[in-house]
């Protein structure tokens, strides 16, 4: 057995324990399936920035994101998994979210950079649920976004969270990344990835952020790096 085929089954593993784990704990304290969906979101999105360290070939991930895909697709026909799928509102997020890190990992290993994988997991795991968990909690000065006549289904709550987590990460990680070093190119990036991040998860409908929001933040790192 491969030393990478070993760390695929780790990873399986500990992802299934952590939908068992999400699923104890809505059957047993009954919080918001919204809750537990982002809980579940950050820690799977979250885990996955080891990837680039882990993997030199992206056919293991591959096969994680392809597992995962079928088994929240089944749960979801089987009615399984309602930690995940109880939620009000129609959403692909849980199906795109095994292909948004594939993807993204996969074009990041291309081009032999894994920094284009990293920052847009992290801004991926951290800020979308930040904005989500914000937007639907916090009743007080927060309100449905409205563009002309077309309302979207986003609140001022939800995108401002989104675009000052998404900066803080963005300028932490560029100064890390460029050796310690901050200019005002380092300050200018961070603000272009947090409003492009904001802006995809603004105009994004029925969980296709998950895909649009690392796309968008890869997009940009790979033009101005």
């Keep these: 057995m491969s030393n990478e085929l070993g760390i695929t ?12 784990f999400n699923e104890m704990v809505y059957r ?33 991930v591959f096969a994680l994101a392809l ?19 109880d939620i009000k509102r129609k959403s692909l997020g849980s199906y795109l979210l ?8 996969l074009i990041s290993h291309l081009l032999d950079e894994k920094f284009l994988f990293i ?10 649920p930040v904005a989500g968990i914000l937007g639907i909690n916090l009743q007080t000065y927060n309100h449905q ?9 986003k609140t001022s709550t939800g995108s401002i969270s989104f675009f000052i987590s998404s900066f803080i990460i963005s300028v932490t990680s560029l100064y890390y990344y460029q050796n310690m070093n901050f200019d005002l190119k380092t ?12 802006l995809a998860e603004m105009f994004s409908w029925r969980g296709t952020d998950n895909l649009f929001i690392p796309t968008v933040v890869l997009l940009i790192l790979v033009i101005f790096l």
């Design 67 to 85: 597992i995962f895909f079928i088994v929240l697709f089944f749960s979801r026909k089987s009615h399984y998994l309602k930690s995940i799928h």
């Design 187 to 198: 300050f200018w990036l961070a603000i272009i990835i947090a409003s492009a991040g904001t």
């Design 145 to 153: 976004i409205r563009i002309f006549k077309w309302k979207l289904n």
């Design 98 to 105: 095994p292909v948004a890190i594939y993807l993204t990992f």
């Design 119 to 128: 920052l847009p997991m992290l801004i991926l795991a951290i800020c979308d």
């Design 9 to 20: 089954l780790v990873f399986l593993i500990t992802i299934l324990l952590l939908l068992i």
């Design 28 to 60: 047993r304290f009954h919080p918001s399936g919204e809750v537990t969906r982002k809980l579940a979101h950050f820690l799977a999105t979250l885990s996955t920035i080891t990837f680039p360290f882990l993997f030199d070939n992206h056919w293991y």
